[in-house]
Nanobody
């Protein structure tokens, strides 16, 4: 079992920045890949960025050049640095862990609201 807790969401003006954090606990050695997803009202949940246990990263085209995913292994914490935020980035952001067992763990989500 892996538990994930997000923090760092909030309200920001367009062009601003936020940093989301996701702290993992439990059987963290079962984590294969971690990722950030987001879901805007009326839309499907979409992948924003992912990072493998080895540190390889992928970022969605819609946020490339603005968002950066990283992880501090010593703190068991994954981050999403979001710069140059746009109103269309408004969504609930979820932390995800893809486990070696084939299961997935999800955080509770954190709201990000970007005002124009």
């Amino acid at each position: 079992q892996v538990q994930l807790v997000e923090s760092g969401g909030g309200l920001v003006q367009a062009g601003g920045s936020l940093r989301l954090s996701c702290k993992a606990s439990g059987n963290i050695f079962s984590i294969r890949t971690q990722a950030w997803y987001r879901q805007a009202p009326g839309k499907q949940r979409e992948l924003v960025a992912s990072i493998s246990w080895g540190g390889s990263t992928n970022v969605a085209d819609s946020v490339k050049g603005r968002f950066t995913i990283s992880r501090d292994n010593a703190k068991n914490t994954m981050y999403l640095q979001m710069n140059s935020l746009k109103p269309e980035d408004t969504a609930v952001y979820y932390c995800n862990a893809d486990l070696l067992t084939g299961f997935q763990s999800w955080g509770q989500g954190t709201q990000v609201t970007v005002s124009s």
